[in-house]
């Protein structure tokens, strides 16, 4: 039986990141439910979910086919490695911390589905400025760069404003019930456009 990925993206602020540990934290105890580390050209943190690698590290994993998927976001490179789709060839669910850039130049006949998790503008907005990551130009800057994503026709949209709990239960949900069932096959359309 083949299985299937499961991107979940959205824009920075949007509570993507927290709504993914939720959820892989109430489905630790699943064996047919992964969830990937990625692995990025830029520092990782307490609690990141992804590895650090260099950018020559990044070249020889791309050389040596080791990467099952690889894009390019905010001048960093991300990359889920070729063992997941290994995991993905056996049945599993592995789900990705991926970009909506990416999402969009999927091949249509891949077995993707993808989450989008969102919230409004002043919600980002205020989640950006708090996070205090980005300088203020740049906190603009990506606000601005979600017009280019206003159009994104996911499989399921996780609209996270209030308790993290209620958006990563919609998550836990999708991945438990929905995310195989023929209903949630719609990604078609969306990678196709």
């Given at each position: 039986?083949?299985?299937?990925?499961?991107?979940?993206?959205?824009?920075?602020?949007?509570?993507?990141?927290?709504?993914?540990?939720?959820?892989?934290?109430?489905?630790?105890?699943?064996?047919?439910?992964?969830?990937?580390?990625?692995?990025?050209?830029?520092?990782?943190?307490?609690?990141?979910?992804?590895?650090?690698?260099?950018?020559?590290?990044?070249?020889?994993?791309?050389?040596?086919?080791?990467?099952?998927?690889?894009?390019?976001?905010?001048?960093?490179?991300?990359?889920?490695?070729?063992?997941?789709?290994?995991?993905?060839?056996?049945?599993?669910?592995?789900?990705?911390?991926?970009?909506r850039a990416h999402a969009s130049g999927l091949d249509a006949t891949a077995p993707v589905r993808v989450v989008q998790v969102t919230t409004d503008a002043a919600q980002l907005a205020s989640r950006l400025e708090q996070r205090g990551r980005d300088a203020p130009h740049e906190v603009s800057r990506r606000l601005v760069r979600n017009a280019l994503f206003k159009d994104l026709c996911a499989d399921h949209t996780i609209l996270n404003q209030g308790a993290l709990e209620l958006a990563g239960r919609q998550l836990v949900d999708y991945l438990v019930g929905g995310a195989l069932s023929p209903a949630a096959a719609g990604h078609a359309d969306f990678l196709s456009s």
């Amino acid at each position: 039986m083949s299985g299937l990925w499961v991107l979940v993206c959205g824009p920075s602020g949007a509570g993507k990141d927290s709504v993914l540990g939720w959820a892989a934290q109430e489905l630790g105890h699943r064996q047919d439910i992964v969830f990937a580390r990625r692995l990025v050209t830029r520092a990782s943190q307490p609690g990141s979910d992804h590895d650090e690698v260099s950018p020559e590290q990044f070249a020889r994993l791309i050389d040596g086919d080791g990467l099952a998927w690889r894009w390019q976001a905010h001048g960093f490179h991300y990359g889920i490695e070729a063992r997941y789709a290994g995991l993905v060839a056996a049945g599993r669910v592995v789900v990705v911390n991926g970009s909506r850039a990416h999402a969009s130049g999927l091949d249509a006949t891949a077995p993707v589905r993808v989450v989008q998790v969102t919230t409004d503008a002043a919600q980002l907005a205020s989640r950006l400025e708090q996070r205090g990551r980005d300088a203020p130009h740049e906190v603009s800057r990506r606000l601005v760069r979600n017009a280019l994503f206003k159009d994104l026709c996911a499989d399921h949209t996780i609209l996270n404003q209030g308790a993290l709990e209620l958006a990563g239960r919609q998550l836990v949900d999708y991945l438990v019930g929905g995310a195989l069932s023929p209903a949630a096959a719609g990604h078609a359309d969306f990678l196709s456009s």
